[in-house]
């Protein structure tokens, strides 16, 4: 990438160091099961092509569901976004929810996993992303594009960030980039996550933190190992493993 560049986006967010304005982002996430199927490494080439062919067309009338993030100086809360005929409560829906402290620079992370509930509290895990020379508009902002590798699933991630919000984060848990996160992508369109709503605040922005963290403590190491060998397992049986666990 273009050392210039780099140079650019570094300055422009460090310039304002210590500065955060306060806001949300409103994010829609959509699964796009017929490519995370057609991936599965136990199907034929014909199996992959029948699959394509047969349920292709069903992923684009796929509405998504509608997550936030909230953040101030001093963290930021992600979760399912509740619906207002729901009364504040989401029935039989996602109970992962990411909450970070910059202060203390530690997660208090509610995991589901396999019908269990796991809360993880520990250091901010650091993403290794690769900047590179592209940029798009997302959400009415000049976006910069990065990469990281999942060691868990073995895919590569795209981000889309922008230096003009002034906090690093974004959906998901991930952060790490000089600016906000408004668009990932896992493995080439499985899943994509694009914010539809941006609104920023210059006073302190209350979080909606829980009363009370669920869940059987656990680090992410465990966590991860315990995924993997789901995963693992899934594919030896020629079983989709992400129809049991979140992607």
């Not at 509608?66 to 039989?92: A, Q």
């Not at 899943?191 to 609104?199: C, S, Y």
């Amino acid at each position: 990438m273009n050392q210039k560049i780099i140079l650019f986006v570094l300055l422009s967010f460090f310039v304002s160091k210590g500065y955060c304005q306060g806001g949300s982002v409103t994010y829609n996430k959509k699964y796009y099961w017929v490519n995370v199927t057609s991936k599965m490494p136990y199907l034929s080439t014909e199996e992959k092509d029948r699959i394509q062919l047969t349920w292709g067309s069903d992923d684009q009338d796929n509405q998504g569901t509608d997550y936030l993030l909230t953040f101030n100086p001093t963290g930021s809360v992600y979760k399912i976004k509740e619906k207002e005929d729901n009364y504040g409560y989401s029935w039989g829906e996602d109970e992962d929810m990411f909450v970070r402290n910059y202060e203390t620079r530690t997660t208090s992370d509610q995991r589901e996993l396999l019908g269990k509930l796991y809360l993880i509290q520990e250091e901010i895990p650091r993403v290794k992303w690769k900047i590179l020379n592209e940029l798009k508009e997302v959400a009415g902002y000049v976006c910069m594009k990065a990469e990281t590798r999942d060691t868990v699933y073995d895919i590569v991630i795209t981000a889309w960030f922008t230096d003009k919000i002034k906090f690093s984060g974004g959906p998901e848990g991930f952060g790490g980039l000089p600016g906000t996160i408004l668009e990932l992508n896992y493995n080439n369109d499985d899943i994509h996550i694009v914010a539809t709503k941006v609104e920023l605040k210059e006073e302190n922005l209350p979080l909606p933190m829980p009363k009370k963290f669920k869940g059987k403590n656990i680090s992410y190491q465990e966590y991860n190992s315990k995924k993997k060998k789901h995963i693992a397992l899934s594919i030896a049986g020629r079983r989709n493993p992400f129809w049991d666990i979140r992607y």
